[in-house]
Every structure is written in C-alpha cells, then in structure tokens.
C-alpha cells in the first residue's frame, strides 16, 4: 500500500509560483513512476506533469515552460514547481504513483492508469 500527501497549495496572484510536494510511503519509491493531475470544478481531471522512475519528464502542453516535475528518491517525494500562474491554473493538484513494473510511454498521462493517489491540495490564483 502506497500513500501520497500532497503539501504546498494556495493562493497565489496572477504571474506568481507555487511549489507543490508530493511524499510516499514505502520503500521503493525509487520504482513508482509518479504524476501530478489537476481538476477544477465542474472540469474532468486533467494531466499535468509525469516523472518515470528513471527522471524522464512528461509535461502537458498547457503548462511546459511554466511548470516542471522533479523528485527525490531519498526523501520519497516528487515536486512539481509552478511559475508563471495564470487563474486558469486554478484546480486541487493530485499527486498519483504508479508501483507496477513498467509503464507504457502513451499510459504516462492517463489517470486510469496510476494504482495510488493523493487527496489533493488546493491552488488558487488570483487576476
């Protein structure tokens, strides 16, 4: 059993950062490919960032030169730094893990495909 906390949401003004934490549990974190997904209401959850176990990025084109996703396999958690904040950003972050063996490039930005997930934290930005 894997669980995630996420850490770091808020409010924030247009053009201003936020840096999201995401720590797991377990012992070989350093196996699970991790990613962040957001939804705001009334709005399906959205892909944002995805990190293999090996440090291969994905971002979604929405966010790429504004956020990035990073981990720490020593302190079991993943990151996702976002600058440039526009109130369309505005969403409860979720951090998932996937902990299966190996994951499929095309499976990196589904939701479906991830076994753990977050509870979420709030990011909220102001215009």
């Known amino acids: 059993q894997v669980q995630l906390v996420e850490s770091g949401g808020g409010l924030v003004q247009a053009g201003g950062s936020l840096r999201l934490s995401c720590a797991a549990s377990g012992r070989t974190f350093s196996s699970y490919a991790m990613g962040w997904f957001r939804q705001a209401p009334g709005k399906e959850r959205e892909f944002v960032a995805a990190?293999?176990?090996?440090?291969?990025?994905y971002h979604a084109d929405s966010v790429k030169g504004r956020f990035t996703i990073s981990r720490d396999n020593a302190k079991n958690t993943v990151y996702l730094q976002m600058n440039i904040l526009k109130p369309e950003d505005t969403a409860v972050y979720y951090c998932?893990?996937?902990?299966?063996?190996?994951?499929?490039?095309?499976?990196?930005?589904?939701?479906?495909?991830?076994?753990?997930w977050g509870r979420g934290t709030q990011v909220t930005v102001s215009s």
């Open positions: 990190i293999s176990r090996g440090g291969v990025t």
């Open positions: 998932a893990a996937y902990s299966g063996s190996y994951m499929y490039t095309s499976s990196y930005t589904k939701s479906y495909a991830y076994d753990y």
